[in-house]
């Protein structure tokens, strides 16, 4: 059983270019949708320091942490560690990978493993993020990513239904 490890942020966001204040993540939004599509658990990378609520002052921080290679912490995540299947979600930062991802990625042995990245945006699809993703996990199998625009995602199960059919293939 695969497992759904996803990195959010509520409060504050950019949706169609204005700063709304949302209850759920929208990357959560998405991991919701793929995890009740699949029936598997879902776990949330969480940082030990939380991240303001502030759009402006996140966005300060994700290029200051981008700039300085920095590495928040994060809370535990040992379930996800015994999965060969990981659906890895995250918005994009910067034109990036968010840092808390990046770190999570250094921690977690992914030699043999199949990832299926998906993420949020408001403008630059993946960025950089795939690049990233296959330098952090070299000797895992990265799949098609899946990319929804932030003010799409309630509206993402024909997208999440589509990009399924890869995992659905691997079952098989």
Not at 30 to 45: G, H, M, P, R
Not at 128 to 137: G, H, I, Q, T, V
Request: glycine content about 6%.
């Amino acid at each position: 059983m695969p497992k759904v490890i996803y990195f959010s942020r509520k409060y504050e966001n950019l949706i169609d270019g204005k700063v709304v204040e949302l209850a759920k993540g929208n990357t959560e939004v998405v991991a919701a949708k793929i995890s009740q599509s699949i029936a598997c658990e879902q776990l949330e990378l969480q940082a030990v320091t939380s991240y303001p609520k502030s759009y402006n002052k996140m966005v300060e921080i994700a290029e200051n942490e981008k700039r300085d290679q920095l590495r928040p912490l994060f809370y535990g995540l040992e379930k996800a560690l015994k999965r060969e299947i990981l659906f890895l979600g995250f918005s994009n930062w910067c034109g990036g990978l968010p840092k808390i991802v990046v770190h999570f990625l250094e921690n977690y042995n992914t030699k043999g493993k199949t990832i299926f990245p998906f993420c949020t945006l408001e403008g630059s699809a993946f960025g950089n993020s795939l690049f990233e993703l296959k330098a952090l996990c070299p000797h895992a199998k990265i799949m098609t990513g899946l990319a929804v625009h932030g003010s799409r995602v309630y509206r993402a199960d024909e997208a999440v239904k589509n990009r399924l059919v890869q995992y659905n293939k691997l079952e098989e």
